[in-house]
């Protein structure tokens, strides 16, 4: 877990998992 992690990462992170979802699809 990081420590410093800032909310750029934390929205690139849930745009990472929305991209494979819709390659699930």
Do not use: R, T
């Not at 420590?3 to 992170?13: A, D, T």
């Amino acid at each position: 877990l990081l420590c410093g992690f800032s909310p750029l990462f934390e929205v690139f992170h849930v745009y990472c998992v929305f991209l494979l979802f819709l390659s699930i699809l």
